[in-house]
Each structure stands twice: as structure tokens, then as C-alpha cells.
């Protein structure tokens, strides 16, 4: 799928968003048809409303979205998108009652919306396109909307065609597209690589665990992403009851992340020097599946005793951002869908994240903000170190008790990167019911915030 705005032209349909506190003044304005036809449809300027007012041959002189109030707005984001898929077949040339700040994001959720998982059922496209509203980005626009298509794809592919493999094939076209570099290092050599929580976790299943390593741009800041592609999760020993095991085609929604965010990136040409690392596995049962209370030596030195097989995200994450430090570069940014505990804290629609950077923080959550792509702060709350640590081994990677654990795990992960700036994202990558340009299945989550604030992220 592409994601792209149409071309002006004399039949493009006049679009106006009116907002409850505006409808008066439009309806003053208005030809006495249009203000009859308004009120016949109970045309109140509230959120998501949209008709089309006919003209006298009776196609489409001219259509209305209503913009509801400043507290409607709150409660939701995307709200040009809440009315674009109501509207009838055209092209719609955007006139009036979008606040300037909006333009691009409202846009962006307009294309947003337009996405469509046709892979395996053929979904009828949406019918209302929209002209390139005047002073935006429109490549920039468009270049995040594919990203985020990019996540969305990889998330909505079932596991039998998105496993280790087809991953490394998702992002071999990412780099071919974009002129980058990759190499993967697959089965047996991760041993011989050092990587040996990648193979113990990955040994197991019939798709040989791998670890993608992607790099492009050759000047300005480094900045590396390293996501969670565990492409099933089963739980390995520790087997997960069916109803959890419903999901797990997402659980490489932390790989689809930082490819769609290393899309915009390359896309925009972006003054960055990128690598992406992607550890990709699937968390299989077999007889030479990791145990529970094996220990495991990391890449880095410190050993791992293993009391949950399903916490297994963490020890793939941990090889990688140890493989990421010894560069130093200048950021680092994991990126997982990595605990039902993130989730119980804050919910689906948040992503949180972890940094003790206050100029990240800072130009993080003002990218958030402007780009309606909603983050949450947690702690490195350094008091629970000690629950990471089982006494028989350096680090436990399913402390017991259950108190905290996007916490723990987020600590976990942190001491695997000692020299470089570090943030961690715990993102849940699933729409869970239909929203404003945001349909149920996969879903970018803190991608295009990370994206607005780089220049602010990379240029301290």
C-alpha cells in the first residue's frame, strides 16, 4: 500500500471542519440551501459528524466534518481522520477550520486512516482522498505514514509468514530500497559472534534465530534501534496458557517499531548515522529448548539465571544493546512489546518509556504532543535493582512476587548498556478496537514522537 495525497483540480470537493462554537458563524455565511440542508441533517459541528451537501446537478457542492468542542478534542486525536471515512467518493480540497498547528498531524491521521491489511482478504479501499493541504511537509507527511504502514504490516502478519526469516527478508527490502547495509548472523555462528542468549532462546524452533544488523548514513549524530523481533512466543517450557498465546504474532511489535521508524528516517534523509539491531527468534518448545533455572552467560559477562522461559525478550534485547555499546554511539533506543505489566499500568494506547535524561524527556514529550502519539515516563527506579538479582547467578530474569515488572525489566535491560545514552520503550504495537486513523490490529506506537524529536535527541 501506498500512503499519498492527490493532486489538485477545478473538481475537487470544498471541505470544511466546523467546530460546535464555529457553526453559527458558518451557517451565516452559508447559501440558504446549504444552511437548509445542514439542519435537515442535524448537522451540530460535533466530533466525527460528516455529509456532503449536494448541489443542483446533484453531485457534491461542498462537505462538512465537525470539530466538536476543545473537550471532545482531548479525549481523542485524529479527529479529520474521525470524519474522512464517512465521506462519499471524491478528491477534497481542505478549506477552512483547521488550526495551523494541526495541519500536518491531521493530515497524517487522514492517510493513517486510509491503511488497509489486504494481504490475505481483499478490504475495499477508503473512498474520500484529500488534496496536499497547503503549507506542509506532504514528503515528510507521506514518508511517516508509510513507516507507520510498514509496523502495521509486520505486526498484522500471522507468524507462519512473519517468522526470523521472513523478517530478515522485511528488512533486506528496507535496506535495499534505501541504499543501507546489512548483515545477519544466523543459527550456530550467533555462538560463535558471542551472542549466546539470542541462540538459547531461538535454539529451539525450526526457523534458525538470527540477529539483523542494519546501517546507513555516513555523517551527523549515531543513533541506534534495537527492537524485540520475537516473531512467536509460546513460552517456551513455561508454555503459555492458549488464551495469552492469542496475540503473540505481535510480540515482534518492537522490530516492526524501529523498522517503521528507520524508514522515516532513511525516507526524509535524515543527517543521522543509523544502525538498527534486530535480534529475531521465535520462543519455540523442543528438546533442546532453554530451561527453566538454566543460566545463561551474556555477551556482555554478566550470567542470567532463568526462573521464567517467557521472560525471554529481555535476554535477546540484552546480547543486542550489549552489541550496540561497544560502539558508543550516541543514543540508543530499544524498543518491545516486553510486559503485561506496562500494560496493566497504563493501558494499550500509552506507550511507556524509560529514560533519566532530562533533555530527552524534555524533547520527547513535546514530539509526543505535537504529533499525537502518546508517551508515558516510568522510573529506572534504582531501589529494585536488588530484585533483579537471585544470588546464584549475576541477574534473574523473572523476579519473583510479580511487583513492578516493566520496572524490573526495563533495569534488566539497562545493565547491558554502560556507555552510551539509553532509553527504553515497552510498547504494547496492537490497536485492541477501531479508532480515528487507527483501525484494530498493529499499530506504530512512540515511532513518530521518537521521530520529531531526534534533531532535539541527537544534536546535544
Known sequence: MIAEFVEDSADAIPLHLVAEDQLDAWMAEAPEQARAWAKAQGFAGALGQAFALPDANGGIAQALIGYGTEKSRARGRFHLANGAAKLPAGHYRLESGLPEEAREVEALGWLLAGYRFDRYRDQSAMKARLVTPGGIDAARVMALAEGEYLSR?????????????????????????FGADITVTTGDALLEQNLPMIHAVGRAAAREPRLIDMRWGDSGPTLTLVGKGVCFDTGGLNLKPGASMGLMKKDMGGSAAVLGLAH???????????????????????????????????????????????????????????LADEEKPDQIISMATLTGAA???VGPDLAPYFSNDAGFVSALEAAAQSQQD??????????????IEPGIADLDNAPKGGFAGCITAALFLRRFVTDSRYAHFDIYGWQPSEAPGRPKGGVGQGTRALFAALPDLLRR
Do not use: C
Not at 153 to 177: F, K, V, W, Y
Not at 278 to 301: H, M, W, Y
Open 343 to 345: 500494560r496493566v499500568a
Open 264 to 322: 522515516m528516517i532513511m525516507a526524509t534523509k535524515a543527517e543521522v548515522r543509523l544502525r538498527v539491531l534486530v535480534p529475531a527468534v521465535e520462543n519455540s518448545v523442543s528438546g533442546n529448548a532453554f530451561r527453566p533455572q538454566d543460566i545463561l552467560t551474556s555477551r556482555k559477562g554478566p550470567t542470567v539465571e532463568i526462573n521464567n522461559t517467557d521472560a525471554e525478550g529481555r535476554l535477546v534485547l540484552a546480547d543486542a544493546l550489549a
Open 374 to 387: 502518546p508517551v508515558w515516563r516510568m522510573p529506572f527506579h534504582d531501589p529494585y535493582e536488588e530484585m
Open 153 to 177: 504490516d509486520l505486526i498484522n502478519t500471522p507468524a507462519s509468514d512473519m517468522g526470523p526469516d521472513n523478517l530478515e527478508a522485511a528488512a533486506r527490502n528496507l535496506a535495499e530500497r
